[in-house]
């Protein structure tokens, strides 16, 4: 399993980014995904998920900001974030999802996002 993040940067508070996850060694159709961020002293915490049918769930925090999508010809998921707030200030990971619960037990090496106020 090899999952790779990209596309988290400095951004102030109000603006977008768009993050990637590249997934390989694992059957993408098939499987839920998920993006996932810890801040610092903060436990990891799921932040949206996808089906593999492509039904989308999202915490309540970013709801109605953050878009989840996945492009299967790609075995690319994606994270649209928008309105951004200090508070989304984390290191954001991708990795399977099973009913809200990581389903590979390797991490990649997420992508930080700094959102300034």
């Known amino acids: 399993v090899q999952l790779v993040e990209s596309g988290g940067g400095l951004v102030q508070a109000g603006g977008s980014l768009r993050l990637s996850c590249a997934a390989s060694?694992?059957?993408?159709?098939?499987?839920?995904m998920g993006w996932y961020r810890q801040a610092p002293g903060k436990a990891r915490e799921e932040v949206a998920t996808?089906?593999?049918?492509?039904?989308?769930n999202y915490a309540d925090s970013v709801k109605g900001r953050f878009t989840i999508s996945r492009d299967n010809a790609k075995n690319t998921v994606y994270l649209q974030m928008n309105s951004l707030k200090p508070e989304d200030t984390a290191v954001y990971y991708c990795?399977?999802?099973?009913?809200?619960?990581?389903?590979?037990?390797?991490w990649g090496q997420g992508t930080q996002v700094t959102v300034s106020s």
């Open positions: 990795n399977g999802d099973r009913g809200g619960t990581p389903l590979f037990p390797d």
């Open positions: 060694g694992i059957p993408f159709r098939i499987v839920g």
């Open positions: 996808i089906t593999s049918g492509g039904r989308p």
